[in-house]
């Protein structure tokens, strides 16, 4: 793990050490293993629980859309716990109680705004497709996200990057051309299509939000602890669930949640737990990303979430009876192509950088011994 992260960081021209200064090794590595699992299940567990709801009878894509980011009041026991240890651990000095500086606030309340923009794409797209066949077309996710991460932090492309942006490509265009056999009976073409292009937008708005989140680390001009990371993931949750909540009025969500939940298919009490449930969820992948770009960068988080996105097909496929036509088939193995090709090149990365290090600390020696001669 430690060599991924070194390979993610010198392939950028500006490294990320200046954001993880206040996290030594053996936490760091701690930290970006709990944010893997956060974001694991965030990742899987979240459009499944979300889908849930639209086929037992849910219709409020505001709603839902609004349940991706409103679990942001569990993160204040996480501060609540880093101020206990700080408070612990620093007797002799005053105890920081907020990290976070206006300069930044504002920063991350932008980013807050477009991610609720994109929790209402996300949300209408798994309101109008399948789990398996709207994961596949969350595949280019890793090559937007590659795309900003050039622009926005200057990550460097490989040919072997560059082939996996253009398999996961192939693999959503595969979906797009067949895409008519797995519609959900009563939903019309247009419904269907429209779904569709939801989908991708989301995708590619979230793919220029974890760049984006990571440029803004660089540009904070204050130390970035993780515990400014939590401030920062309750910030953005906060203006999420904002620009949500006035899509609700709008929609007159909050007028119809009693009597959309006595309708329910699975009943009051169960609906209200998958509200709840979708809530904490979500809030697991939000975290999970935001502490894996801390600990790394955009791009590793962007590829953790595109690998787990045939695990999210598969679990659909299982959970919820779903068709698995040839073209899922077919875009599937080249989604996992695409990612075999990522990790190669990210092998033969890290062996061709190590070797000129050590080439490097050969040099210096001799020339040092020389140097005595």
Not at 4 to 23: L, M, W
Not at 188 to 202: D, L, P
Not at 214 to 223: D, I, V
Not at 276 to 302: D, E, H, N, P, R
Request: charged share 15%; proline share 3%; glycine share 6%.
């Amino acid at each position: 793990m430690e060599n991924h992260e070194q390979t993610t960081t010198s392939t950028t021209h500006t490294t990320t050490t200046h954001v993880t200064a206040k996290a030594r090794p053996p936490t760091k590595i701690t930290l970006l293993i709990l944010s893997f699992i956060l974001l694991s299940i965030g990742n899987c567990g979240g459009p499944l629980i979300t889908r849930l709801y639209f086929i037992h009878g849910g219709n409020r894509v505001w709603l839902s859309s609004s349940l991706e980011t409103a679990g942001w009041p569990v993160i204040i026991v996480v501060l609540i716990v880093l101020y206990l240890h700080r408070h612990r651990t620093t007797e002799n000095k005053p105890t920081t109680l907020i990290y976070m500086r206006p300069r930044l606030f504002f920063a991350v309340a932008f980013i807050g705004l477009l991610t609720g923009l994109d929790d209402y794409l996300y949300a209408y797209g798994v309101a109008r497709l399948p789990i398996s066949t709207s994961a596949l077309i969350l595949a280019p996710h890793l090559a937007f996200v590659a795309f900003f991460a050039y622009v926005l932090v200057k990550q460097k492309f490989t040919p072997y990057s560059v082939n996996a942006v253009v398999l996961l490509t192939v693999g959503a265009a595969v979906l797009a051309l067949h895409t008519s056999g797995d519609r959900p009976a009563g939903e019309s073409k247009k419904e269907y299509w429209m779904g569709f292009v939801m989908t991708v937008a989301a995708a590619l708005l979230y793919g220029f939000v974890l760049p984006f989140i990571e440029l803004t680390y660089k540009h904070a001009k204050q130390e970035i602890t993780y515990t400014l990371v939590v401030e920062i993931q309750i910030v953005m949750c906060f203006f999420a669930t904002l620009f949500c909540m006035v899509g609700m009025i709008a929609n007159n969500d909050f007028k119809v949640i009693q009597s959309e939940a006595k309708d329910f298919e699975l009943g009051q009490t169960k609906y209200y737990a998958i509200l709840c449930a979708s809530a904490l969820i979500w809030q697991c992948f939000f975290l999970g990303a935001i502490g894996v770009i801390f600990c790394a960068s955009s791009l590793l988080s962007g590829i953790i979430i595109a690998v787990l996105l045939p695990v999210t097909e598969v679990l659909a496929v299982i959970f919820y009876k779903e068709k698995f036509q040839a073209e899922k088939g077919v875009a599937l193995v080249l989604s996992l192509w695409g990612f075999a090709s990522y990790f190669y090149g990210d092998y033969k990365l890290t062996k061709r950088l190590k070797e000129e290090m050590q080439y490097s600390q050969q040099s210096m020696e001799m020339d040092q011994a020389n140097s005595f001669v």
